[in-house]
């Protein structure tokens, strides 16, 4: 049986940092829906880290905006379907431009009937959009430069 995802937005790109508000209206309405026991959040935030050419100030994300949007919308059907055979709901997005430290380039969020599922279709996304989707990020180093970042 082939696994059914409902995406809960339509926006998988967005300019700037994601909204965490947004997070909070999904949730909401998830619990209304008595077939959905677990849910499993991703929130991936720009950090300072110290890299020899400097500290990291911002990221600045960049996309292959209609191939991103495309390979974001292919790759959750894809790892829910290896996860479980039920109803899977997902909200996705990602940022793009520069965001600052603290800031939020993306959030995952995935419910299911169980945890178990909940957490693999999560993670299982996370991992496929960071190897697969043309989402580049460039860390700057305030005004010492900057390097291309290196998923992991």
């Known amino acids: 049986m082939q696994s059914h995802v409902q ?3 339509d926006e998988l790109l967005v300019q700037g940092g994601v909204p965490v508000a947004a997070l909070s ?3 909401t309405r998830w619990a209304s ?3 959905l026991g677990a849910h499993s959040v991703f929130l991936g935030q720009v950090r300072a880290d110290r890299h020899p050419e400097g500290v990291v100030s ?3 994300f960049s996309a292959h905006e209609s191939m991103a949007e ?3 919308r292919e790759l959750a059907p894809r790892v829910a379907a290896e996860h479980t055979a039920e ?3 997902v909200f996705l997005q990602h940022g793009l431009g520069a965001l600052e430290v603290g800031e939020v380039p993306v959030i995952i969020a995935v419910a ?3 945890r178990a599922e909940a957490f693999a279709v999560c993670r299982g996304i996370l991992e496929a959009l960071k190897s697969e989707v043309p989402i580049y990020g460039k860390e700057l180093f305030g005004r010492q430069g900057h390097r ?3 998923n992991t």
Do not use: C, D, M, Q
């Open 87 to 89: 109803g899977v709901r």
């Open 7 to 9: 995406f809960e937005n």
């Open 148 to 150: 291309w970042k290196v």
């Open 33 to 35: 829906l008595p077939h």
């Open 58 to 60: 911002a990221i600045e």
């Open 25 to 27: 209206e999904v949730l």
């Open 112 to 114: 299911t009937g169980h």
């Open 70 to 72: 495309r390979a974001l």
